[in-house]
């Protein structure tokens, strides 16, 4: 219970529209926003109780800033303002730490702190710019050390003390590109992995077009437009007569090039707002938005004339190819599993008359 309101709180602002690179800046920046928001109010209230006004009043700043950038995550939807949330979550944290620096914090510690720097930059503001970030403060935390006689530092560090700071910021710096680095690129195959799979799902690997999966989820918002647009959206299953003769005459490869070949002639014939599908072994099923039956049926029919027209080439064979159609249609009285039943019944009508046909449903 708690871990999902934890998680919810975490992820506010996230939105499975987002790339996951945006999600995840998100969940960064609400995690450091929140956490770096308690730890500045504390640090805050210590110096204040401490009388140390200006050190209690940028830490009260710093956490203020850091509040902001986590409600923008959490309130705002927009890519853009997400980014400067983050931007100005780091710019605040290197602001706060010069301030650190130059004052000494708690018994000189300050600079200490400017190693939650590089990972947290680097997570937020990605690799490139996070790298020029990171090298920016250097050159500034460099000049603040090593420049003799610059006034506005006011605390002491001994020279040691300098040296090592740097040192560590510059091997954490290196360690956090590293890793962030590694993690862009795994990152990266999974989400080449993830798409392969994704297209693997949802494609036929023979004939490319669409499998079941593939169409459904592509065809569900279209339903859902239609419904509520009280719009008819056509079903035409097609069936290849007597492919098993294909198959038995000519080899299972043939078939394969059959299915291939008709696969092409659908997807040149159909407008661009059609979905073509391999439904089957030889069956194919196509949805027409925005058309009744009786269009369809029209379009079928020249299919079936082009399909018959166009005899299918196989090494030195030509094989001439027929196929039967049923038409029928999703409107507000007939849902989409109906007019499925509907299609294949319609085009069960059509091979008991005698194939190359096309038939619609009552
Ligand atoms: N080459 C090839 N053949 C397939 C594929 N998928 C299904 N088939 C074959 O398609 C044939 C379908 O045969 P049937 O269902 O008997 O139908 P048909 O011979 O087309 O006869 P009708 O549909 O009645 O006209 C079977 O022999 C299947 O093995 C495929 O991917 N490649």
Redo the contacts with the bound molecule.
């Keep these: 219970m708690i871990s999902d309101k934890l998680r919810q709180f975490i992820k506010a602002g996230s939105n499975p529209s987002f790339s996951e690179e945006d999600n995840r800046r998100i969940v960064v920046v609400n995690l450091f926003g929140f956490t770096g928001c308690l730890i500045t109010v504390f640090l805050s209230l210590r110096a204040l109780l401490a009388n140390e006004v200006m050190l209690g009043a940028a830490l009260m700043i710093a956490s203020v800033v850091f509040l902001f950038s986590m409600l923008t995550m959490h309130i705002s939807e927009n890519v853009k303002s997400h980014v400067f949330a983050a931007n100005l979550l780091v710019v605040t944290l290197m602001t706060l730490l010069l301030y650190l620096i130059i004052m000494g914090g708690k018994a000189n510690t300050g600079p200490i702190w400017i190693l939650i720097l590089p990972p947290v930059t680097l997570f937020m503001s990605g690799l490139k710019r996070g790298l020029w970030m990171l090298l920016l403060f250097l050159l500034v935390i460099c000049t603040l050390f090593f420049v003799p006689g610059l006034s506005i530092v006011e605390a002491d560090y001994a020279m040691d003390f300098k040296t090592r700071v740097t040192y560590v910021f510059m091997t954490v710096t290196f360690l956090s590109s590293v890793y962030e680095y590694s993690r862009q690129q795994t990152y990266a195959e999974i989400h080449a992995l993830r798409q392969q799979f994704e297209h693997q799902a949802t494609h036929d690997p023979?004939t490319h077009l669409f499998n079941r999966r593939g169409l459904i989820k592509q065809i569900e918002p279209e339903l859902a437009r239609a419904k509520r647009q009280q719009s008819s959206t056509a079903l035409v299953l097609l069936?290849?007569?007597?492919?098993?003769?294909?198959?038995?005459e000519y080899g299972?490869?043939?078939?394969?090039k059959?299915?291939q070949g008709i696969a092409v002639l659908l997807n040149n014939a159909m407008r661009q707002q059609d979905y073509v599908s391999r439904w089957?072994?030889?069956e194919f099923l196509l949805v027409l938005p925005d058309t009744s039956k009786e269009n369809a049926y029209h379009v079928a029919d020249k299919l079936r004339f082009e399909i018959a027209q166009t005899p299918q080439q196989f090494e030195s064979f030509t094989i001439d190819i027929t196929a039967?159609f049923g038409v029928s249609e999703v409107n507000s009285l007939v849902d989409y599993d109906k007019a499925l039943t509907q299609a294949d019944k319609a085009m069960y009508k059509a091979?008991q008359a005698g194939?190359n046909t096309v038939m619609m449903s009552n």
Excluded: T
């Design positions: 023979l069936d290849i007569d007597r492919f098993k003769r294909i198959n038995d299972h490869d043939a078939g394969d059959v299915l089957g072994g030889e039967s091979k194939r």
